[in-house]
């Protein structure tokens, strides 16, 4: 068994043993799972099934996370991307009203599968690399960054830490009820528990919130046994509509779930591999390998029933703890599935709390604002100095959140930067790819 895995992983060549995998893969489980609790909670509101949205999740991250182990054999998992989730419910399915596109999820999720399967042709044809080539770095990172403020956001308001007022949009909430002590006193664990350097702080948070919270009366624990055989997957599988993605001519909603999907997985391999060595004479082996497995995982999970999968930056706590080989992704995938036996528990933590007429997520608001803190740090490379590159950074990290819009602030970035570079006389540093899409982004203004 040891001799099958060192040939097919490679254990002995990357100086790591099963068990350092071991460790590696249940760490980098523990960091990430909360997404199993923040999913489901986050694309109800589209009025997808909340069960069959766990059970996908967790299937799709399973899947996913094994593809990239065997394809690429790196420790990289694989889970719905933060971000992601938020541009599918809040924009895509979001009411008109609220500012949202108001198309359902059956359409939301026919176009990440067009999306995906772009992404699928592009990986095997190497083309994902030059695409990202061309996209200036001052704007992939401000959209991590405006990605993380908008996530930071949604928290605030999950906790009912931040609230609606008319006159200057947003205000403090009521600290005083117990859905906001709640999130407060679960962000205060989860930073110090963060500030220990305890490993799964972000889980760990979400149970000590959610222990927290039945004394507190915001949760109630479940009347039946805490494990059970997992819920159906009938509501959300293969439900997705590609035909009415094609007819309703979502271009635009396509191209961003692509964009943000290779941006995510580039970064990600970027920053992981970087901080793991693999990254050799400026160039990661396995690349496209990696990227592929993330596109397939993109599709495999649109067709289960949840948004778009990518690679998780919380990979690197199981790298930190010796993960170095895709061994690791089998042993974080082994947990996904055993965590489909667990829906009550998922119930429990994810589940609403109505708080002056509308539904809060209190239990896992921490866990999103601290999401927001990590995607901050890409703030730090962005050229500050030149205004042609800051500008537009500035914009789409400012537009995103205040607009709960990622395409929004993508828009604002792209014009903004083509046009500043223009009417600076450094026009032609900009790739012809960059003023075409800045061009349909404003097609789209007059469009609309």
Not at 18 to 27: D, F, W
Not at 60 to 81: D, E, F, K, W
Request: aromatic share 10%; hydrophobic share 55%; net charge positive.
């Amino acid at each position: 068994m040891s001799s099958t895995l060192d040939r097919i992983f490679r254990l002995r060549e990357n100086g790591t043993t099963l068990g350092r995998e071991a460790l590696g893969g249940i760490t980098t489980f523990m960091t990430m799972s909360y997404i199993i609790f923040v999913q489901p909670a986050i694309l109800s509101k589209t009025g997808m099934n909340f069960d069959a949205v766990m059970v996908a999740t967790c299937l799709a991250s399973a899947l996913a996370t094994i593809l990239t182990g065997l394809l690429s054999r790196y420790p990289i998992a694989q889970a719905p991307a933060m971000g992601h989730n938020i541009f599918f419910a809040y924009t895509v399915c979001g009411a008109v009203a609220a500012g949202g596109l108001g198309y359902s999820w059956k359409v939301a999720l026919g176009a990440i599968v067009i999306s995906g399967t772009v992404f699928v042709i592009l990986s095997f044809l190497g083309v994902w690399e030059k695409l990202v080539a061309v996209v200036p770095d001052s704007l992939k990172h401000g959209i991590a960054v405006g990605i993380g403020l908008l996530i930071a956001f949604v928290g605030l308001q999950y906790g009912g830490l931040v609230t609606a007022n008319p006159g200057v949009l947003v205000e403090l909430g009521d600290f005083a009820s117990r859905p906001a002590l709640l999130a407060l006193l679960g962000l205060l664990l989860t930073i110090i528990l963060m500030a220990l350097r305890v490993p799964g702080a972000l889980l760990l948070g979400i149970i000590g919130t959610t222990l927290l919270g039945i004394p507190l009366g915001v949760i109630k624990a479940p009347s039946q046994q805490l494990w059970s055989l997992p819920p159906s997957l009938a509501p959300t599988f293969f439900q997705m509509d590609v035909v009415g993605a094609f007819k309703t001519g979502l271009v635009t909603v396509i191209f961003v779930f692509l964009l943000l999907d290779v941006f995510d997985a580039v970064g990600t391999l970027i920053g992981v591999g970087g901080q793991a060595g693999f990254i050799k004479n400026g160039r990661l082996p396995r690349a496209n390998q990696a990227m592929l497995a993330d596109a397939l995982g993109t599709v495999g999970g649109a067709l289960l029933g949840t948004s778009t999968v990518s690679s998780y930056v919380e990979s690197a706590a199981g790298i930190a703890q010796g993960a170095r080989t895709g061994l690791a992704n089998l042993f974080t995938a082994a947990f996904f599935l055993l965590a489909l036996f667990f829906s009550p528990v998922v119930k429990m933590v994810g589940g609403e709390f109505i708080l002056e007429g509308r539904g809060i997520h209190p239990v896992i608001a921490p866990a999103l604002i601290v999401v927001g803190y990590f995607m901050m740090k890409c703030v730090t490379f962005i050229r500050w100095d030149d205004p042609t590159d800051a500008i537009p950074a500035f914009l789409a990290i400012l537009v995103m959140p205040l607009t709960l819009n990622i395409t929004e602030g993508i828009s604002f970035g792209f014009i903004s930067y083509s046009l500043m570079k223009l009417v600076s006389g450094r026009g032609k540093q900009v790739h012809w790819l960059v003023y075409l899409i800045s061009a349909l982004f404003v097609l789209r203004y007059f469009l609309a």
